[in-house]
């Protein structure tokens, strides 16, 4: 019986914060083996979970989720002789109780974390969903008063603020595993130099940081597909089965998906609302702060779409 393989890095969110883009990146690279299969959210269920999931687009992600760790090792049989190999799940940075599984089953894997202004990537969640047909409430201001009730009911999409607490979430993984194998990008700096953050990713996954990446397409856009015929194709194709999915090769779907959301359109977030939501966030933000040991004084203010500082590395 061949070897079980298993990866020995995830990314791990957050939603809506360039993790299409970052791994599209990733695949570039000859040393590095990321799972064919997008997002198998093997670790963000307990057992009864996925049986509990409740609102639009519940059914889609119980059957796209792996549910048994020898399902979940085959869809690295493809590595070969790669040793850096890995899957991208953005639902396992805030769903409950996922640092305790994935640390529970890989102990020694490298993670990583790419954060996004706390309101713009719940925004950003919210043009998704609405993209999708997931979100019937025209206004995002509608959406935040449901937030409550949407969480208590258990739904699986539409709960747009819970993910962006990020300090929250991270605290957990930094409970269980040694920071040096935490790697944490902001989604301003990965925007203004995507070179140079791929190159301090690849010098933490210990493969060659110099091998050049071809950034020129901006991956898993957000916002309002305007073609009707582009839009019905778009939401239709969330609702594939899996086994229709896997016929199609991943590389042509990637293809279809970035060309059809190539042209969509995001309305602008208002200003008011920003500002609400940003100071709602405020003391999430503080505490991340001290966690990461980074300024993330430019997320506070009106403006939060320049970089956020320089790393200021702390001893492991």
């Known amino acids: 019986?061949?070897?079980?393989?298993?990866?020995?890095?995830?990314?791990?969110?957050?939603?809506?914060?360039?993790?299409?883009?970052?791994?599209q990146y990733l695949k570039q690279h000859p040393d590095v083996y990321l799972s064919p299969k997008k997002e198998p959210k093997f670790f963000a269920f307990g057992e009864g979970d996925i049986a509990a999931l409740?609102?639009?687009?519940?059914?889609?992600?119980?059957?796209?989720?792996?549910?048994?760790?020898?399902?979940?090792?085959?869809?690295?049989?493809?590595?070969?002789?790669?040793?850096?190999?890995g899957e991208a799940s953005p639902r396992y940075l805030w769903a409950p109780g996922t640092a305790a599984r994935i640390h529970a089953a890989l102990p020694n894997a490298k993670l990583i974390a790419i954060l996004r202004q706390p309101a713009?990537?719940?925004?950003?969640?919210?043009?998704?969903?609405?993209?999708?047909g997931r979100e019937a409430l025209p206004r995002f201001e509608d959406a935040l008063r449901e937030q409550r009730q949407r969480e208590e009911a258990g739904w699986a999409f539409g709960v747009y603020a819970r993910p962006s607490y990020y300090h929250r979430h991270l605290s957990k993984y930094f409970q269980l595993f040694c920071r040096r194998q935490i790697h944490v990008i902001l989604f301003e700096d990965f925007r203004h130099d995507p070179r140079g953050v791929l190159r301090d990713l690849f010098r933490f996954l210990q493969i060659d940081p110099e091998v050049p990446i071809d950034v020129s397409e901006v991956?898993?856009?957000?916002?309002?597909?305007?073609?009707?015929?582009l839009r019905a194709l778009w939401r239709a194709s969330r609702e594939i089965p899996e086994p229709v999915r896997a016929v199609v090769s991943p590389n042509v779907r990637d293809r279809w998906m970035t060309r059809i959301t190539r042209s969509a359109v995001k309305p602008e977030l208002s200003a008011k609302t920003r500002l609400r939501l940003t100071e709602h966030f405020r003391?999430?933000?503080?505490?991340?702060?001290?966690?990461?040991?980074?300024?993330?004084?430019?997320?506070?203010s009106p403006d939060a779409t320049r970089p956020a500082g320089v790393v200021h590395r702390a001893k492991s």
């Not at 609102?55 to 085959?74: H, N």
């Not at 969640?125 to 999708?132: V, W």
């Not at 503080?286 to 004084?297: F, G, I």
């Open 1 to 23: 019986m061949p070897p079980t393989v298993s990866p020995n890095f995830l990314v791990i969110g957050a939603p809506r914060s360039g993790t299409t883009s970052l791994c």
């Open 54 to 85: 409740a609102g639009p687009g519940a059914r889609f992600l119980a059957d796209t989720t792996i549910a048994t760790m020898e399902e979940y090792c085959r869809i690295f049989e493809g590595a070969g002789d790669r040793k850096t190999i």
């Open 120 to 132: 713009d990537r719940a925004y950003a969640g919210y043009l998704a969903a609405r993209r999708d």
């Open 219 to 229: 991956h898993g856009r957000t916002g309002v597909i305007r073609n009707p015929l």
């Open 283 to 300: 003391d999430d933000i503080l505490s991340l702060e001290t966690l990461l040991q980074r300024d993330l004084s430019s997320w506070l």
